[in-house]
């Protein structure tokens, strides 16, 4: 294990791609034996000898993760061919209906400021931009409100986005539990480390281990393309740490602890989902009740299960078992920002629970809204409509200034 051992065979795919220069080979040999001593991955008096395969037992291998990528690809197609065969048909059927956008009339000079400089223009770049234009600021104004809610996101591709994660995490639950309700370790977590790393992998945590990590980074490369939600940031940050902590797990046979992270996460995660197309379909009761569903398992799992059993499981109990190493923290490093995010999130929750009963059910974690603009921007709906609708029936509109102009 120390400088100048072979590349483990574990991990040599993942890090030593053919070169044909001797000097870059030994170099990436030397960074490779160094990043990976067994030291630093394992406990003391063991290595990668001990995961090789022998008597028909199995053990996980660093080269699997390649599959990762066409399942990758394999869940972006399929996707796509889902949101236009199953999720538009259930929109339609539970009666999403969209919005009417007022289209701005084309002004190249307001057009070039939205696109290059602001979509909120300062007062004093109003200013000028009314000089330059010759309208007045409520109509600049008005161009700008509706310029940006043109590039909002439509309700049938948010309801599309949340009915193929509803599926997805519905899927992944029921498989997982299917995979774990038969392992020792499901009921007593410390079973978890009997015989830690020399764990034999079984087929069933093999796919289920390829399938999750698939879907994270198929949703990693997808991010850019969704709605844009209030915490990108974050969920960037869940999808790398999630992705990491899979692959480290399954490299370092963390195998068990990681189905377990896996199963826990995807048991609230659908019922958000739904709650968020019943919203998107206005079904509000529905949604309130699926929400406090949600609510109740989210904290229940995320900050009672999660840090009080599983992360008790991996931070405590190994030092009885073995003296602390490098991949223990590593792995609990990776734990301990997954239970921050789940904090950060708890805390939206919790507000939007306090408040629902009064207001429509909207998930924080979600889509930008400019709320105070959308209301303009119907009231301005409907006062076009109001004034076309006179002009058809070759009637004065007489009481145009009564709408109101919020």
Not at 55 to 64: I, P
């Amino acid at each position: 294990g120390g400088i100048g051992a072979p590349i483990p065979p574990c991990v040599l795919s993942l890090t030593s791609p053919p070169l044909s220069c001797p000097v870059w080979c030994s170099m990436l040999q030397e960074l490779s034996d160094w990043v990976w001593q067994e030291r630093l991955w394992f406990p003391e008096g063991l290595g990668w000898a001990d995961l090789e395969d022998r008597d028909g037992r199995v053990y996980a291998k660093g080269q699997d993760l390649w599959v990762v990528l066409p399942i990758a690809l394999a869940f972006i197609i399929i996707r796509q061919i889902f949101e236009r065969t199953v999720a538009l048909p259930l929109a339609s059927l539970l009666g999403v209906k969209e919005t009417v956008r007022l289209q701005v009339s084309p002004n190249p000079t307001l057009e070039s400021f939205y696109c290059n400089t602001s979509k909120n223009p300062t007062q004093s770049a109003m200013e000028r931009l009314c000089k330059q234009t010759d309208l007045s600021e409520r109509q600049v104004q008005r161009w700008f409100r509706r310029r940006r809610n043109q590039d909002r996101p439509s309700l049938i591709k948010k309801f599309k986005e949340a009915s193929w994660r509803f599926t997805f995490y519905l899927l992944a639950f029921f498989a997982g539990l299917a995979t774990l309700i038969d392992k020792p370790w499901f009921y007593d977590l410390k079973e978890m480390w009997e015989g830690f790393p020399v764990l034999s992998l079984l087929p069933s945590q093999y796919w289920y281990y390829m399938i999750e990590l698939g879907f994270y980074v198929a949703l990693l490369f997808s991010v850019a393309f969704d709605v844009k939600r209030k915490d990108f940031n974050e969920q960037i940050i869940h999808h790398l740490a999630t992705i990491v902590l899979l692959c480290f797990s399954w490299c370092m046979n963390y195998i068990r602890a990681g189905t377990l992270v896996m199963l826990l996460h995807d048991s609230s995660d659908y019922f958000l989902e739904s709650a968020k197309m019943f919203n998107y379909a206005g079904w509000r009761t529905t949604c309130n009740c699926i929400f406090i569903v949600f609510a109740s398992i989210f904290i229940f799992t995320r900050l009672v299960i999660f840090p009080f059993k599983i992360i008790y499981c991996t931070w405590v109990y190994p030092v009885t078992i073995y003296k602390p190493f490098f991949g223990y923290y590593f792995l609990n490093g990776l734990m301990f920002v997954l239970q921050l995010l789940h904090i950060f999130w708890a805390i939206l929750i919790v507000r939007m629970a306090v408040r629902f009963l009064t207001t429509n059910v909207y998930d924080e974690r979600s889509d930008k809204e400019e709320t105070d603009e959308s209301e303009e921007e119907e009231n301005d709906v409907k006062k076009e409509k109001k004034k076309n609708g006179a002009l058809q029936n070759g009637h004065a509109a007489h009481n145009n200034n009564h709408c109101n102009s919020k």
